[in-house]
């Protein structure tokens, strides 16, 4: 691929897709267009400061005109630009419509007018929905259960569609949780590490026994430039870590790397509808030829060092940014003021 266009680049695996493209083919020409939401930030990459064959594009995938000005002349799209977060969706779910799904069509219907080569749709092994036991396979029912992954659901279906109907080589890809540098301080592993770094109190929900299969985040960036080569228009492929783990384990973990206390643990009031468990058979992906290279104990090792080295990347978020500020105050004020020990 000579020119690809990856939305969402500013945030934690889109960047890291991008850092790995760039390493891995030094002649690819890569355009970033990203909107900069409160999970976009532009330090992940500056890596690209003076790099001639890198353009960014500040804008909206739902806004015909900036996708249009940023596909041109390329022949591969990946899109990762989304609404991620499972907690605000439950707060107020608007824009995961705007973008996971409305988004997704403008990208679409521009990408066909293009001709482009190759269109990925970075989807997540939520749209299955919850699964207790064994492992979802691609051709398993899709059961979103919260407004999150019903968007991403539409936004996975729609690009799916368009191969169906209009013959665009599309491909799906389905991962589970990704960790890693980078990492916006909202989800599970960086707002417990940072937390932990701090002294402050990590909200853990309801009995803490969720599990969900875990993929470091190079791992997945690997997956994709694979199947951005190698993969088939048409079909569907999971991304997989391998590592089931229970949040309580985690934080546990995380913990016990940092030689911080157990007593930093709050159980604090469950997310509605949270989903029990998420685990994806990788055997399609397997099968031509990739295999995740980090396990568990490495990848959160190296994470937590990550956030431990790179203090100047997350504080000004979680100590300046008045969006993340006021999103910890909405979610966990009244969470922690009747949260109890572990
Ligand atoms: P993120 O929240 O870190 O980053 C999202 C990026 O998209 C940000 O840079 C943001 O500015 C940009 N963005 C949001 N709305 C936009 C819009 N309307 N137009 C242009 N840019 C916009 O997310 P992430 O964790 O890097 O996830 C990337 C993709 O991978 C998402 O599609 C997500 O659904 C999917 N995914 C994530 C995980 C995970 O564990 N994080 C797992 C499976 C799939
Ligand atoms: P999260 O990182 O939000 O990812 P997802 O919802 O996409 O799986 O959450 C991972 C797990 O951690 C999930 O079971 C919810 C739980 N969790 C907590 O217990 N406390 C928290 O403060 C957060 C953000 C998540």
């Known amino acids: 691929m000579k020119r690809v266009l990856v939305t969402g680049g500013a945030g934690f695996i889109g960047s890291c897709f991008a850092r790995t493209l760039r390493a891995e083919r030094p002649d ?156 916006y301080p909202e989800k599970l592993i960086p707002l417990f590490v940072t937390n932990a770094i701090d002294d402050l109190p990590l909200p853990l929900y309801g009995d803490g026994k969720y599990v969900r ?46 030689g911080k206390p157990e007593s930093l643990i709050r159980k604090v009031a469950d997310r509605p509808g949270h989903d029990r468990r998420y685990a994806l058979s990788t055997a399609k992906l397997e099968a031509l030829g990739w295999k995740p290279r980090f396990d568990f104990e490495t990848g959160i090792e190296s994470t937590v060092r990550w956030f431990v080295d790179n203090e100047a990347w997350w504080r000004p978020i979680k100590e300046r940014d008045v969006q993340f500020r006021e999103w910890y105050q909405k979610n966990y004020a009244e969470r922690l003021a009747t949260s109890k020990p572990a």
């Not at 940023?70 to 605000?88: P, Q």
């Not at 691609?138 to 019903?150: I, K």
């Not at 999971?238 to 229970?246: T, Y």
């Open 213 to 258: 299969d875990w993929l470091y985040v190079e791992d997945h960036a690997r997956a994709l430039l694979f199947l951005l080569e190698k993969g088939t228009p048409g079909e569907t492929y999971n991304v997989g870590g391998g590592n089931e783990v229970e949040n309580i384990e985690i934080t546990r973990r995380i913990l016990s790397i940092l």
């Open 28 to 183: 690819a020409e890569i355009v970033v267009l990203d909107k900069l939401t409160y999970a976009g930030n532009l330090e992940n990459l500056r890596l690209f400061d003076g790099d001639p064959l890198y353009r960014f594009v500040k804008g909206d995938i739902a806004d015909p005109e900036a996708v249009k000005d940023a596909m041109a002349g390329c022949d591969a799209v990946l899109n990762f630009a989304a609404e991620t977060h499972v907690d605000r969706s439950l707060l107020s779910a608007g824009h995961f419509l705007d973008t996971d799904v409305k988004g997704v069509f403008v990208l679409l219907e521009e990408a066909r007018r293009v001709g482009v080569e190759r269109f990925i749709q970075i989807s997540t092994d939520e749209v299955y929905g919850q699964i207790l036991e064994g492992a979802f396979t691609e051709n398993d029912p899709l059961n979103p259960r919260n407004p999150y992954s019903a968007a991403k659901c539409g936004g996975d279906r729609l690009a799916y569609s368009f191969f169906a109907s209009f013959g665009l080589p599309v491909i799906v890809t389905r991962a589970s949780n990704n960790y890693g540098p980078y990492h």
